[in-house]
């Protein structure tokens, strides 16, 4: 039967090189070893000599948590290596690649109010609702129908 262990260890470093620059460095580090199999997690902060800083993380699971009136929520997690951003508002971003499983849609979208647009990645359908609410377009990859702000169904084209 083989044993099992555990160790914690903590190191603070700090180097001077003949030129005189700094670089500094902190690491915690929590070891098991069950029976032959190693387990590491740690975590490390630090600057290099040319002041380049980094803080790392070394483990399967990592969240970033609040507790916020009692509850505790996972904003961010990453499991596995990747990443689960419970929602997300971003300024600006450049996207290469995405995959959206359901709808995509604008924040004002409504079908009660009319306004807005969506994108449903399952079915393709494609409705554009006019900032104005004059009328608004819904479409399928065979048939496009345009409504007036009533609801009425002034055009319709393609396959049904």
Do not use: C
Not at 50 to 69: D, P, Y
Not at 101 to 112: D, E
Not at 136 to 150: A, G, M, P, Q
């Amino acid at each position: 039967m083989g044993t099992s262990s555990a160790k914690i260890e903590q190191t603070s470093k700090v180097v001077t090189d003949i030129n005189g620059k700094i670089s500094a460095s902190w690491t915690m580090k929590v070891q098991q070893d069950s029976k032959g199999n190693k387990v590491i997690t740690g975590i490390g902060l630090g600057f290099n000599a040319q002041g380049n800083s980094q803080f790392l993380v070394n483990a399967q699971n990592f969240a970033v948590i609040s507790s916020l009136n009692g509850k505790v929520v996972t904003p961010f997690i990453v499991k596995n290596g990747q990443v689960v951003v419970n929602e997300a508002f971003i300024g600006d971003a450049t996207i290469t690649s995405a995959k959206i499983a359901n709808v995509l849609q604008s924040t004002n979208f409504s079908h009660a109010n009319k306004v807005g647009y969506q994108l449903n990645m399952r079915t393709g359908e494609e409705i554009k609702y006019g900032n104005n609410a004059q009328g608004y377009w819904i479409e399928t990859n065979i048939l496009k129908r345009l409504f007036d702000k009533k609801g009425t169904m002034r055009i319709r084209m393609g396959i049904w």
